[in-house]
T-cell receptor, first 114, second 111 residues
């Protein structure tokens, strides 16, 4: 499968715990994006990588959130000290460079904080 | 006011009907995406367009840059078309990855 892969698909955690999600983009896609989608809303941009460089972070990304893409391939999104308001679908997308702006999305990780 | 507005929010149709979903935006864009999201959450890109019209099977997407408006049409709708359809724009001059999404249109096609 050469699509964008996200793990886990579902995560239930207790408030205050740390969670980490992983995204494997389509190989050779230099750009990787994280979005968050709450119930009944469209996705909202969180952060964006060009290779291993994190080029932009949304104000939605509080200091409890950190994202990395250490080798310019897969990315991780960590949420520390989770809160109930963090419950959402976390979506990852990737796109190639070279002027193309088409993004390919993963299946998402649904986080439930109890 | 949201930068990307979709209408209607919810749409119920009978199988076979012609469906139109509208998207209006208020920012300059370099591209507009139509996305499909099924209940499991995964998003599939249907179209990316910056001008004119694109067609794929029973799906047609149009965009009018001057009017800042796009439509997604589904001909001969089928229950398997039931999903949330999301319009997203790539803000011209903004960051390269920062898509701005509408809230989606929930489509339900009844047999």
């Amino acid at each position: 499968d050469t699509g964008v892969s996200q793990n886990p698909r579902h995560k239930i955690t207790k408030r205050g715990q740390n969670v980490t999600f992983r995204c494997d983009p389509i190989s050779e896609h230099n750009r990787l994006y994280w979005y968050r989608q709450t119930l009944g809303q469209g996705p909202e941009f969180l952060t964006y990588f060009q290779n291993e460089a994190q080029l932009e972070k949304s104000r939605l990304l509080s200091d409890r959130f950190s994202a990395e893409r250490p080798k310019g391939s897969f990315s991780t999104l960590e949420i520390q000290r989770t809160e109930q308001g963090d419950s959402a679908m976390y979506l990852c997308a990737s796109s190639p460079t070279g002027g193309s702006t088409e993004a390919f999305f993963g299946q998402g990780t649904r986080l439930t904080v109890v | 006011k949201n930068e990307v507005e979709q209408s209607p929010q919810n749409l119920t149709a009978q199988e076979g009907e012609f469906i139109t979903i509208n998207c209006s935006y208020s920012v300059g864009i370099s591209a507009l995406h139509w996305l499909q999201q099924h209940p499991g959450g995964g998003i599939v890109s249907l179209f990316m367009l910056s001008s004119g019209k694109k067609k794929h099977g029973r799906l047609i997407a149009t965009i009018n840059i001057q009017e800042k408006h796009s439509s997604l049409h589904i001909t001969a709708s089928h229950p398997r078309d039931s999903a949330v359809y999301i319009c997203a724009v790539l803000n011209y001059g903004g960051s390269q990855g920062n898509l701005i999404f509408g809230k989606g249109t929930k489509l339900s096609v009844k047999p």
